[in-house]
């Protein structure tokens, strides 16, 4: 009888930095007992990792580097604690009082390893923290430099005056002269310096937003370059966080920013307003603003009254709607806000549409703008055709963005 060839299929998953992070999780979640007199750091770790159901790796060459060995012994009792507290606990009885292993997680194990051997655990994220930065300054700074332009092109400096005075006589600069004459057919060089070379200066903590500085400064503080810590690196631009660091602290700062910003109110004021504006001081703003941004909503409120078509303040409630309108003559507004909160990104959002009636053409706006305790945007409407150069802007602020 033929035997039937039998197809065997491996599938390997690929691991990440996000299943290291899970396994920092889970060795938090999970409850272990220890009652060690004299064990050996092998053994005691090789418990916690069975009580645990959580895979567990000593990095014994890293940490012979620092002194500890498989066989250093170890007095514990803990009961009923989380297993990361426990191995935190076995790691700080080992090494002397400068150097103890550190718990890291690396290829979607935890990892028991020296300061040294976590440096090659390291991996960049980028953390979205728009929602808990406030616009207010660079909004003002913006604004300032538009109405100076603005002011600039409606009343230009008078043309100098012309010069009637006689040329002054100038010496021609003399070439040095060169020791070493000139090989025939050779052409004269100009003599230079060479600049030296200025090597780029370590971010200065100073540079970044206060709350920027704040995370550092709760979060390893030792560790970042900035703060005199060569071991992990944090930069923002425009509200986007970029980290590179080890497990540890990319869990710990994660777990911050989820904190800052479930703590945001779930009802805050709320700023509404149609804006009508000219072409080229709407460009200005927004070569000096990002599109569509809160410091763009709040500089456009900040060039004056005038400009303001329809205002409302109002209360933005996390999921609920609000509506607010007005019929005044030849204009007619209509606005909805939802308000929601999204818990896989950990921010809020605000669902805003407007419809403007005005001298008889109308026009409406739909769109989501990402905020938090303070935040907003700026939604565009559709050109009616009355005048070619005016824009209609839709502008919401949330909370004390200015």
């Given at each position: 009888?033929?035997?039937?060839?039998?197809?065997?299929?491996?599938?390997?998953?690929?691991?990440?930095?996000?299943?290291?992070?899970?396994?920092?999780?889970?060795?938090?979640?999970?409850?272990?007992?220890?009652?060690?007199?004299?064990?050996?750091?092998?053994?005691?770790?090789?418990?916690?990792?069975?009580?645990?159901?959580?895979?567990?790796?000593?990095?014994?060459?890293?940490?012979?580097?620092?002194?500890?060995?498989?066989?250093?012994?170890?007095?514990?009792?803990?009961?009923?604690?989380?297993?990361?507290?426990?191995?935190?606990?076995?790691?700080?009885?080992?090494?002397?009082?400068?150097?103890?292993?550190?718990?890291?997680?690396?290829?979607?194990?935890?990892?028991?390893?020296?300061?040294?051997?976590?440096?090659?655990?390291?991996?960049?994220?980028?953390?979205?923290?728009?929602?808990?930065?406030?616009?207010?300054?660079?909004?003002?700074?913006?604004?300032?430099?538009?109405?100076?332009?603005?002011r600039d092109r409606q009343d230009p400096l008078p043309p100098p005056p012309p010069d009637t005075s006689e040329p002054s006589q100038v010496e021609e600069p003399v070439a040095p002269k060169r020791d070493v004459p000139l090989i025939p057919g050779e052409r004269?060089?100009?003599?230079?310096?060479?600049?030296?070379?200025?090597?780029?200066?370590?971010?200065?903590?100073?540079?970044?937003?206060?709350?920027?500085?704040?995370?550092?400064?709760?979060?390893?503080?030792?560790?970042?370059?900035?703060?005199?810590?060569?071991?992990?690196?944090?930069?923002?631009?425009?509200?986007?966080?970029?980290?590179?660091?080890?497990?540890?602290?990319?869990?710990?700062?994660?777990?911050?920013?989820?904190?800052?910003?479930?703590?945001?109110?779930?009802?805050?004021?709320?700023?509404?307003?149609?804006?009508?504006?000219?072409?080229?001081?709407?460009?200005?703003?927004?070569?000096?603003?990002?599109?569509?941004?809160?410091?763009?909503?709040?500089?456009?409120?900040?060039?004056?009254?005038?400009?303001?078509?329809?205002?409302?303040?109002?209360?933005?409630?996390?999921?609920?709607?609000?509506?607010?309108?007005?019929?005044?003559?030849?204009?007619?507004?209509?606005?909805?806000?939802?308000?929601?909160?999204?818990?896989?990104?950990?921010?809020?959002?605000?669902?805003?549409?407007?419809?403007?009636?005005?001298?008889?053409?109308?026009?409406?706006?739909?769109?989501?703008?990402?905020?938090?305790?303070?935040?907003?945007?700026?939604?565009?409407?559709?050109?009616?055709?009355?005048?070619?150069?005016?824009?209609?802007?839709?502008?919401?602020?949330?909370?004390?963005?200015?």
């Open positions: 009888m033929p035997i039937a060839p039998v197809l065997l299929v491996l599938a390997v998953a690929a691991v990440g930095p996000g299943d290291s992070l899970d396994r920092l999780r889970e060795l938090e979640d999970r409850t272990v007992a220890a009652d060690y007199e004299g064990v050996a750091a092998e053994t005691a770790i090789q418990d916690i990792s069975t009580q645990s159901g959580v895979a567990i790796w000593a990095d014994w060459e890293a940490l012979r580097g620092i002194g500890i060995g498989r066989d250093d012994e170890i007095t514990l009792r803990l009961r009923a604690v989380p297993a990361r507290a426990a191995l935190q606990a076995v790691a700080l009885s080992l090494g002397d009082e400068e150097n103890h292993p550190v718990v890291e997680a690396d290829e979607g194990r935890v990892v028991l390893t020296s300061t040294r051997g976590a440096a090659a655990l390291r991996f960049t994220r980028v953390y979205d923290i728009r929602s808990l930065l406030s616009d207010a300054s660079r909004a003002a700074t913006a604004t300032d430099a538009v109405r100076q332009s603005l004269r060089r100009p003599d230079f310096e060479i600049p030296p070379l200025e090597l780029p200066d370590e971010p200065e903590s100073d540079d970044l937003p206060p709350l920027v500085r704040l995370m550092m400064d709760h979060i390893d503080p030792d560790a970042w370059i900035g703060l005199g810590g060569v071991r992990a690196r944090m930069d923002e631009r425009a509200g986007l966080l970029m980290v590179t660091a080890t497990p540890r602290l990319h869990l710990a700062l994660e777990r911050l920013i989820e904190q800052l910003q479930q703590l945001q109110s779930d009802s805050v004021p709320l700023e509404i307003a149609v804006i009508a504006i000219d072409a080229a001081p709407l460009e200005l703003l927004e070569r000096r603003l990002q599109p569509g941004s809160a410091a763009l909503a709040a500089a456009l409120l900040e060039l004056g009254p005038d400009s303001i078509v329809w205002r409302t303040r109002t209360v933005a409630t996390a999921g609920a709607t609000s509506s607010a309108e007005t019929l005044d003559g030849a204009l007619a507004v209509h606005v909805e806000t939802v308000r929601r909160f999204d818990p896989a990104l950990g921010r809020f959002s605000l669902d805003l549409s407007v419809k403007v009636r005005r001298d008889g053409q109308e026009s409406s706006v739909r769109g989501t703008l990402v905020t938090g305790a303070q935040g907003g945007g700026v939604l565009e409407l559709p050109a009616t055709g009355t005048d070619s150069g005016e824009r209609l802007v839709a502008v919401a602020l949330v909370g004390a963005s200015r």
